[in-house]
């Protein structure tokens, strides 16, 4: 296993690599026009001097290795253009924490919310919370969740008697854009863990467990949920390390001072010191999500192991 | 029986037995015997008229709420296309303007007609020159004073006053709007009074030009001297000389929204269909591929991981800066990042039954790999590709009202459902709400049915539930 895990993240590091060239060489591709502020007024000096200052003139190469020296030094570059100067970490720890408290407590709710429901769901199949569960999971599919997301802020916020904006001091303007992000992951955590609760009960184990007069109950939580829960599981970690990303609807609903709709916007600002470093933090963040997802599997069920086994082709 | 006796069953199993002696009993023939030999039964061979598809589509139709979604779809659909053709349907991309003042009829609210008053006969009206001569353009304002103009009240009314002002006799509105100035008994007449607001001398106790634009009435309904007229029988004065009503109303720039959420229905539906074709079509081929060759796993799992790490807003704004922005650009855009879940997903699937014993028996047999997988593979997965693929459709369809969001969708004049909810979506407190919830509507409409159908469709194609 750790044989395995060493692999991993030795090619993670690769694959990191090879992320960062990548999105390096597609950002130099960019209109030069987007670098400037009034480009018609300047002339082809200024131009000149300021990509030098950028030094967006140097063969990719070079600036590729500049950014690495950086990166050794555990500095991940000035922001040219978004806030110009400012230490992006700075900028970064900032705006990451707020995102990370709503991404989490939504995590939770919608973990709370969700497998309870999609219990019910699998153990009433074709019945009340079938039904229920579904016109739900079918309404958050199919309605623009830009839609409802303003619904619930004017009605909530109408209802609840609470201020519309968000607050980070009062306690009570988190309920609203804590409840709204955590419909959508409700959703798919029911609808999941109904298909794979469903396909377990059409096992022969449960048909054995049941022949015997084992209580439904004891058969759903026992046996069913737990195998159908591992395959959920290796979700949870990115879901988990992924709040910080934010949520570009809440967050500017709500005017949530949060990492939300800074990626798009450094990317419109053509900052590219920003743009690289947020992606790389993504990046990390995802393949290191994906690696824990799957040891998470292996620590919760023991039949899954990643290293090869005899008799595999 | 033996050490346990299951007390449920215990005297039902007594009931049966009794039974079953009794029958014996009467039948006075032995339960079993010697079978016959024929030799023809060896020939017997059998036969199953059993037909994957022809079960999947019966188990299908069996499930009515699928069966009328899918044809609620396909009349929307059928709808969106004979739409321009039926009668009384403005452009969508015609700005309406009002035929006299050459405003826009702009934020109008939905009515099933474009009749806003009706007027009885007798009612004396001023004509403004329109040159349609089935029609004739009306207003009864014939003045509009400044503030604080001051006038005499001849007569008193709770809702207008008929006043002089100068020597032309009208009426004027009396309410909150107005605030006519009065005394403390008004209705002893005549007296002198202005109000502190522009406001405006009609020519009857109506307004019905309460915005200052002239209505329209036709002309058979009016007898004109000069540039006045008088209503000869009760008619209908009507915001635009056509009865075509604007059925969703109009947006802000006068466009009707009915053309516009049909238009944008039949582009983000294209849209749709050609990303969910393209996308299964590649996602597939790469999928199988790297699902079922074990040596192009590790490269490809590679390839994945970059590619997934791409945040797709660098990709989406470099492909609209180097091809201009359209629906061709954006299909394009969406076919290149969407491959990669689906060929992601098929793979994990091959995964799961690339090493079962019906494909070891066949590759042990000697099957070539193409045939392997197009026979004992693809046949297996038509279930979940099929659910993936009707998802597809209002994913794309979602995806593109995001991309519109961070700005980078269409462009404004190629109407789509994701360019008018977002529009919409700033206007939901105020009265024209309308413009946000047809289009929403529409939306979910489709995705609901394509969500329900899919899921119908995947169980129905599960050869478990052929019964």
């Known amino acids: ?313 | 029986m033996g050490l346990f006796r299951n007390l449920k069953t215990a005297p039902v199993e007594k009931r049966v037995s009794e039974e079953l002696k009794e029958r014996l009993a009467a039948t006075e023939k032995a339960p079993f015997g010697f079978a016959p030999y024929n030799p023809e039964n060896a020939e017997k061979t059998g036969y199953s008229n059993y037909s994957y598809w022809g079960s999947t589509f019966r188990v299908f139709f069996k499930n009515k709420l699928a069966v009328t979604l899918l044809s609620v779809l396909v009349v929307l659909l059928v709808f969106t296309f004979i739409q321009p053709h039926l009668p009384n349907q403005y452009p969508s991309n015609l700005i309406i303007n009002h035929p006299i003042t050459g405003m826009q009829m702009s934020n109008v609210q939905p009515s099933f007609t474009t009749v806003k008053a009706k007027a009885p006969a007798g009612v004396e009206l001023i004509v403004t020159p329109y040159e349609n001569d089935e029609w004739s353009a009306v207003s009864n304002v014939l003045a509009d004073l400044k503030a604080r103009t001051k006038f005499q009240v001849i007569e008193y009314g709770e809702d207008f006053c008929k006043v002089q002002y100068g020597d032309v006799i009208g009426y004027v509105k009396n309410d909150f709007s107005t605030k006519l100035k009065l005394p403390d008994d008004p209705l002893a007449v005549p007296y002198e009074s202005r109000s502190n607001f522009k406001i405006k001398l009609y020519s009857t106790p109506n307004d019905y030009t309460s915005n200052g634009d002239e209505l329209f009435v036709e002309t058979k309904y009016l007898k004109i001297e000069g540039d006045k007229a008088v209503t000869t029988a009760e008619c209908e004065l009507r915001i635009l000389p056509s009865s075509a009503p604007f059925l969703f109303g109009t947006n802000n720039l006068g466009q009707d929204l009915w053309a516009l959420v049909w238009s944008g229905t039949r582009t983000s539906l294209l849209i749709g269909f050609v990303v969910a074709m393209i996308e299964a079509f590649i996602g597939i081929i790469v999928g199988v591929l790297w699902g079922y060759v074990r040596k192009l796993d590790r490269i490809l799992t590679e390839v994945y991981n970059v590619i997934d790490n791409i945040p797709t807003t660098i990709v989406l704004i470099l492909i609209a800066y180097i091809l201009r922005p359209g629906v061709g650009t954006l299909i394009f855009a969406m076919c290149l990042t969407g491959w990669v879940g689906m060929a992601r997903f098929i793979r994990n699937q091959i995964i799961i039954i690339r090493d079962r014993d019906y494909n070891l028996a066949s590759r042990c047999l000697g099957t070539g790999t193409l045939r392997v997988i197009y026979r004992n593979l693809l046949p297996y997965l038509v279930s979940v590709i099929t659910l993936r693929m009707s998802l597809a459709v209002p994913g794309a369809i979602g995806n593109e009202v995001f991309i519109t969001y961070i700005g980078l969708g269409l462009p404004v004049s190629i109407p789509s459902l994701g360019n008018l909810i977002n529009v919409g979506r700033k206007l939901v407190s105020t009265s024209q709400s309308y413009q946000l919830i047809f289009p929403t509507i529409v939306l979910s409409i489709i995705t609901i049915s394509f969500y329900i159908i899919g899921n119908s469709f995947a169980d129905a194609a599960d050869p478990k539930n052929h019964l």
């Open chain 1, 1 to 313: 296993m750790l044989k395995y895990s060493l692999k991993r993240l030795a090619s993670s590091l690769l694959t990191l690599c090879i992320i960062i060239t990548v999105v390096f060489v597609l950002l130099r591709q960019m209109p030069i026009e987007g670098y400037f502020d009034n480009f018609e007024k300047a002339d082809a000096a200024t131009i000149n001097a300021k990509l030098e200052q950028l030094g967006l003139n140097d063969p990719i190469p070079v600036q590729l290795w500049n950014f690495f020296k950086g990166l050794l030094h555990g500095d991940l570059g000035t922001s040219s253009r978004y806030s110009a100067g400012a230490s992006i970490a700075d900028i970064i720890a900032n705006k990451a924490p707020v995102s990370i408290k709503l991404g989490v407590m939504s995590l939770a709710l919608s973990l709370m919310m969700g497998i309870p429901l999609g219990t019910a769901m699998a153990r009433s199949k074709g019945k009340f919370w079938d039904r229920i569960g579904t016109m739900y999971i079918v309404f958050i599919n199919a309605v623009p969740a830009a839609v409802y997301y303003i619904f619930i802020q004017m009605y909530g916020a109408n209802a609840l008697r609470i201020p519309m904006l968000f607050d980070e001091n009062n306690l009570v303007t988190w309920i609203l854009p804590v409840f709204s992000m955590s419909l959508c992951s409700t959703a798919s955590y029911a609808m999941w863990l109904r298909r794979y609760m469903v396909d377990e009960m059409n096992k022969d184990y449960v048909k054995l467990a049941r022949a015997k007069g084992v209580e439904s109950k004891k058969i759903t939580m026992r046996h069913v949920f737990r195998n159908a829960f591992v395959p959920m599981v290796q979700y949870i970690p990115t879901s988990l390390m992924y709040t910080i990303c934010g949520s570009i609807y809440i967050e500017s609903l709500y005017s949530v001072p949060g990492m939300g709709g800074l990626l798009v916007d450094v990317i419109n600002r053509q900052d590219n010191p920003m743009v690289q470093a947020i992606v790389m933090l993504y990046s990390c963040i995802g393949i290191v999500g994906l690696l824990l997802g799957d040891l998470l599997m292996t620590v919760i069920d023991p039949r899954i192991t990643f290293a090869k086994k005899e008799g595999a082709r």
